[in-house]
């Protein structure tokens, strides 16, 4: 499968712990973005890399969230001290440079956060 | 504050009729706005882009229409089919900027 994957598929946590989510993108994909998304909602933007630099984080994004890319190809997104707000479909998709206006962004399947 | 809306509601149409969503927005100017797919658990898929000196644009049984003047594109599926039941999610895109900005989706179902 050639497409975008993300690592765990399920997480369920108890709150406060920390919890970590990886992400790999199409091989070829220098672009890489995360997302959260709750029920009946858009993705909301949380952060970009090109290649291994993260160029854009979201000012909504707590200083409880930290992502990497240490090699320009899978990511990790780690959320500390975890909160019943966390709670949502985390999801990462990728892009060539320059064809996210043509071709737009691939997405993977999600990693679903459940806090208690 | 940017603003994308699009209807809450899900629609209901008969197979066989044509589905029309639509996509408003305010306060921002995008260079490009694109429409997904999402089915339920899954990621939101790409289906369509089309440029602010786009009208019309089409693909196979979808039609995405962009009226910068109204602030808003509409999407259309003709001769719909069950299968194309999802929810479907319109995001703007501004000059060459990477970040999407996203609606929150309007709900599709096509009764056979």
């Known amino acids: 499968d050639t497409g975008v994957s993300q690592n765990p598929r399920h997480k369920i946590t108890k709150r406060g712990q920390n919890v970590t989510f990886r992400c790999d993108p199409i091989?070829?994909?220098?672009?890489l973005y995360w997302y959260r998304q709750t029920l009946g909602q858009g993705p909301e933007f949380l952060t970009y890399?090109?290649?291994?630099?993260?160029?854009?984080k979201s000012r909504l994004l707590s200083d409880r969230f930290s992502a990497e890319r240490p090699k320009g190809s899978f990511s990790t997104l780690e959320i500390q001290r975890t909160e019943q707000g966390d709670s949502a479909m985390y999801l990462c998709?990728?892009?060539?440079?320059?064809?996210?206006?043509?071709?737009?962004?691939?997405f993977g399947p999600g990693t679903r956060l459940t806090v208690l | 504050s940017q603003k994308i809306e699009q209807n809450s509601e899900a629609l209901n149409i008969q197979e066989g009729k044509t589905a029309t969503l639509t996509c408003n927005y305010t306060?921002?100017?995008?260079?490009?706005l694109q429409w997904y797919r999402q089915d339920p658990g899954r990621g939101p898929v790409f289906l369509l882009l089309?440029?602010?000196n786009e009208k019309e644009k089409r693909k196979e049984r979808l039609k995405v229409t962009f009226d910068t003047t109204l602030k808003q594109s509409l999407f259309h599926i003709t001769a719909s089919q069950p299968a194309d039941s999802a929810t479907y999610l319109c995001?703007?895109?501004?000059?060459?900027?990477?970040?999407?900005?996203w609606g929150a989706g309007t709900k599709l179902i096509i009764k056979p």
């Open positions: 998709a990728s892009s060539p440079q320059g064809a996210t206006q043509t071709n737009g962004q691939f």
């Open positions: 091989s070829e994909h220098n672009r």
């Open positions: 890399f090109q290649n291994e630099a993260q160029l854009e």
């Open positions: 306060n921002y100017s995008p260079a490009y």
């Open positions: 089309i440029r602010e």
């Open positions: 995001a703007l895109l501004r000059d060459s900027n990477y970040q999407l900005i």
